[in-house]
Nanobody
Framework: QVQPVESGGGLVQPGGSLRLSCDAS????????LAWFRQAPGKEREFVAY????????YYADSVKGRFTISRDNAKSTLYLQMNTLEPEDTALYYC???????????????WGQGTQVTVSS
C-alpha cells in the first residue's frame, strides 16, 4: 500500500509561489501513478495534475497549465507540485493520491493523504 503524507502548504500572496511535497512511501510506490487533487470550501474535489511512474508523462488541468509543475523522485518516494503565479482561486486543500491507472478520475485513486492547506490572499 501507499500512504501519502503532504506538506508545504501555507499562506502566500497572489503572484507568489509554493512547493508542495508528498511522501508517498509504501511498497512498489514507483509503479503507481501519482497525482494532486484539490478541494476548495464548498466545492467538489478536483483534479490538478498527474505523473506516470517514470516521470515521462504528465497531465494538467487547464486551470493550472503553465503555472504548476508536477514531478517525482522515486528514489525518495516523493511527489512534488511547484506552484507559480498563484491566484486566489488556487486556495484549497491539496491532496496527494496514488492509482494503478493513468487517469484524472478521482474514483480511480485508491490511496489518499490528509491534505495540506494552500491559501492565496493579500
Amino acid at each position: 500500500q501507499v500512504q501519502p503524507v503532504e506538506s508545504g502548504g501555507g499562506l502566500v500572496q497572489p503572484g507568489g509561489s509554493l512547493r508542495l511535497s508528498c511522501d508517498a512511501s509504501g511498497r512498489t510506490t514507483a509503479s503507481y501513478i501519482l497525482a494532486w487533487f484539490r478541494q476548495a470550501p464548498g466545492k467538489e474535489r478536483e483534479f490538478v495534475a498527474y505523473i506516470n511512474w517514470s516521470g515521462s508523462t504528465t497531465y494538467y488541468a487547464d486551470s493550472v497549465k503553465g503555472r504548476f509543475t508536477i514531478s517525482r523522485d522515486n528514489a525518495k518516494s516523493t511527489l512534488y507540485l511547484q506552484m507559480n503565479t498563484l491566484e486566489p482561486e488556487d486556495t484549497a486543500l491539496y491532496y496527494c493520491a496514488a492509482s494503478r491507472y493513468v487517469t484524472k478520475e478521482l474514483g480511480r485513486y485508491d490511496f489518499w493523504g490528509q491534505g495540506t492547506q494552500v491559501t492565496v490572499s493579500s
